[in-house]
T-cell receptor
Framework: GQSLEQPSEVTAVEGAIVQINCTYQ??????LSWYQQHDGGAPTFLSY????GLEETGRFSSFLSRSDSYGYLLLQELQMKDSASYFC????????????FGTGTRLKVLA | DAGVTQSPTHLIKTRGQQVTLRCSPK?????VSWYQQALGQGPQFIFQYYEEEERQRGNFPDRFSGHQFPNYSSELNVNALLLGDSALYLC????????????????FGSGTRLTVV
């Protein structure tokens, strides 16, 4: 079967740094993506890792280790608006074909 | 630049009925994927349409069917509704890799909240 594991909930204060981990077991792997979803909203694409290493996009960074079947999303200088659910998603083929999503991590940012 | 548009936003149906959900992809995108998201869960892949054909399918019964039109818009049909079909249905569009897209992620719509009673 396919599984992606994430912590269910993470809490941090404004200005802090938080890391959301994702471990995966899938039949095939092409890349790992991260999506943000606010309550009642659409998932929004944050980042993609196809190769091992760190990708940085502003306050967000994402890391992948293919040998460990592991990745993480790092959020720096947390803001209240970062309170949302974060999903890791594995793409099994090249291009934006079928994704397998994790169950999501609910991030609460406290003032 | 219009993003992905889904209609209706909310829908209440009775068990056994049939429902059709609609999606207009982001301008320039040619691929449409449908996902089901139960409360507190991650989206689950239903199927994907490209060039008016179903290209990939997830573990959903044949009660779930779809269509893509020449203008790339898409419909999701669910027959013989069950209580367990209550969920947020998300449409996501993208540009196929063969037509210039890449691993840049989907653009999701805000979804249709379906409640089956």
């Amino acid at each position: 079967g396919q599984s992606l594991e994430q912590p269910s909930e993470v809490t941090a204060v404004e200005g802090a740094i938080v890391q959301i981990n994702c471990t995966y077991q899938t039949s095939g792997f092409y890349g790992l993506s991260w999506y943000q979803q606010h309550d009642g909203g659409a998932p929004t694409f944050l980042s993609y890792n196809g190769l091992d290493g760190l990708e940085e996009t502003g306050r967000f960074s994402s890391f992948l280790s293919r040998s460990d079947s592991y990745g993480y999303l790092l959020l720096q200088e947390l803001q209240m608006k970062d309170s949302a659910s974060y999903f890791c998603a594995v793409s099994l083929q090249s291009g934006t074909y079928k994704y397998i999503f994790g169950t999501g991590t609910r991030l609460k940012v406290l003032a | 630049d219009a993003g992905v548009t889904q209609s209706p936003t909310h829908l209440i149906k009775t068990r056994g009925q049939q429902v059709t959900l609609r999606c207009s992809p982001k301008s320039g995108h040619d691929t449409v994927s449908w996902y089901q998201q139960a409360l507190g869960q991650g989206p689950q892949f239903i199927f994907q349409y490209y060039e008016e054909e179903e290209r990939q399918r997830g573990n959903f019964p044949d009660r779930f069917s779809g269509h893509q039109f020449p203008n790339y818009s898409s419909e999701l049909n669910v027959n013989a509704l069950l209580l367990g079909d209550s969920a947020l249905y998300l449409c996501a569009s993208s540009l196929d890799a063969r037509t210039g897209g890449g691993n840049y992620g989907y653009t999701f719509g805000s979804g249709t909240r379906l409640t089956v009673v």
